[in-house]
């Protein structure tokens, strides 16, 4: 078998309409436009996304219930977790390389779930004040960025 002998039998390759290459395509003029009307129009699938023929669109008419979310999204670390390691300084650097967090980026913030009971130090842009007061009572210091 070679490329040359190969037939495509019944599902034969149709060739493409040239559209608008004059009257001797037979797509010539109105180009299988139709005559006049928003469909004959050059933005007629362009820019009208949502139109319903005139009937409100399916994003008007359905309600529009809660709210948008406007405050900081902070990446979570828990004492439990910075308990849990030999490292005994930690900044977004050192939590993303331990896998803490998802980025350097984004800001951190240090919650209270857990004890430690040794002396660390923490860089991070926000933490608990009962996460604070632990660290500071284990021996350890914190600093907001």
Known sequence: MELNTLNPGKAKVVKRKRIG????????????????????RKSAKAGRVAFEGGQMPIHRRIPKRGFKHAGVEYQLVNLKKLAAVSASEFDAKVLFDLGFVRNTVD???????????????????AISEKAKSLIEAAGGKVEII
Do not use: C, E, H
């Not at 290459?21 to 004959?40: D, E, F, I, M, V």
């Not at 040794?118 to 991070?124: F, H, T």
């Open 107 to 125: 800001p951190i913030k240090v919650l209270a779930y857990g004890t430690v009971d040794k002396a660390i130090s923490v860089k991070v842009n």
């Open 21 to 40: 290459r004059g009257p001797g395509s037979g797509w010539g003029t109105t180009a299988g436009r139709g005559q006049k009307g928003a469909g004959a």
